[in-house]
């Protein structure tokens, strides 16, 4: 089994910075495809960010393109998300997810093999 916990998030002025890390538990950690997904209040959650087993492949949503970069380090396994040029838009609570397949953490809310708990992120204007 796999365990993820979040941590990094916070408050930031609109144009700052944070960087989220969601650490994971177990021997399988680097077989996993991972991402982060987000939920603010009154909407549903979405995609944010997903990277392969390896690292080399990624995928952001559009609304974080340019802004927000996603990467891992299998040795500490630790995946990481760098939020640059943060808006309002941005805050909701982040969930860091994991599966064995790499469509599933882009595309799938419901069936994901496992979430953190989440860290919240809070954008002041």
């Known amino acids: 089994q796999v365990q993820l916990v979040e941590s990094g998030g916070g408050l930031v002025q609109a144009g700052g910075s944070l960087r989220l890390s969601c650490a994971a538990s177990?021997?399988?950690?680097?077989?996993?495809?991972m991402g982060w997904w987000r939920q603010a209040p009154g909407k549903e959650r979405e995609f944010v960010a997903a990277i392969s087993w390896g690292g080399g492949t990624a995928y952001y949503a559009d609304s974080v393109k340019g802004r927000f970069t996603i990467s891992r380090d299998n040795a500490k396994n630790t995946v990481y998300l760098q939020m640059n040029n943060l808006q309002p838009d941005d805050t909701a609570v982040y969930y860091c997810?994991?599966?064995?397949?790499?469509?599933?953490?882009?595309?799938?809310?419901?069936?994901?093999?496992?979430w953190g708990t989440g860290t919240l992120v809070t954008v002041s204007s």
């Open positions: 997810a994991a599966d064995r397949d790499l469509q599933t953490v882009r595309l799938s809310n419901s069936g994901m093999d496992y």
């Open positions: 177990g021997r399988t950690f680097n077989s996993y495809a």
